[in-house]
């Protein structure tokens, strides 16, 4: 059987960055979801042809045991997940999560503290995460993308990586996006078998997720 196709469901899992919490407190005041989902991508911005998966259940933070910097006095304040959109079984695969913390200055505060190119640990331990159903993924490499001026704040980080099974082993590639701006942060999230995901793709949709920041 083909790789790609045993691995569709279990490169959803990966594309997101998973760990531990970033240190501080939360508070999901009813204005904080809302406003964290108004900046997720939706169906309409990948375009026909996509299909798609529910979003996590539980949105997926930003750190991880790797790498989790702590940030005393942070008040998340909202958070969400998009659906996982997939354009075939070999990807693109796109998803999207949001947050919300309380001022600007908090805002600032993660940036500065947490997307960092500290941050490739946990983007590649997602990658490894998503290890499961007879498909494990591995890191081969790891590096920081150059972005066009898509946001004030912006930083793009890139894993190369192999699934293998059984019979078979590919290429995989996944890239994160992540934009800040105000008390609003978000990470896009863009995976594929054998060939790396378009840059005019992941640029458009995160020029999307960029105007959809309130400051």
């Not at 863009?190 to 959809?212: D, I």
Request: charged share 15%; glycine share 8%.
């Amino acid at each position: 059987m083909d790789l790609r196709l045993i691995a569709v469901t279990t490169v959803a899992a990966a594309i997101v960055i998973t760990g531990s919490a970033v240190a501080g407190s939360s508070t999901l005041s009813t204005p904080g979801p809302a406003l964290a989902r108004s900046a997720l991508l939706r169906r309409t911005d990948v375009g026909r042809g996509w299909s798609s998966q529910p979003p996590p259940r539980h949105v997926p933070p930003l750190t991880c045991p790797q790498f989790s910097p702590r940030l005393h006095g942070v008040v998340e304040t909202g958070a969400a997940g998009s659906p996982t959109f997939a354009q075939s079984s070999s990807g693109p695969f796109v998803s999207s999560v949001a947050y919300v913390y309380k001022t600007a200055a908090q805002g600032a505060s993660v940036w500065g503290r947490v997307v960092t190119p500290g941050l490739l640990r946990c983007v590649a331990q997602s990658l490894v995460n998503g290890s499961g159903q007879g498909v494990r993924f591995t890191v081969d490499r790891k590096h920081l993308l150059t972005l066009a001026s898509i946001a004030d704040r912006r930083r793009g980080y890139r894993i190369i990586g192999t699934a293998t099974s059984t019979y078979q082993q590919i290429g995989v590639y996944l890239d994160e996006v992540v934009l800040e701006r105000g008390r609003m942060l978000a990470a896009l999230s863009f995976s594929s078998f054998s060939v790396a995901p378009a840059r005019s793709l992941e640029l458009r949709l995160a020029r999307t997720v960029a105007q959809r920041l309130q400051p």
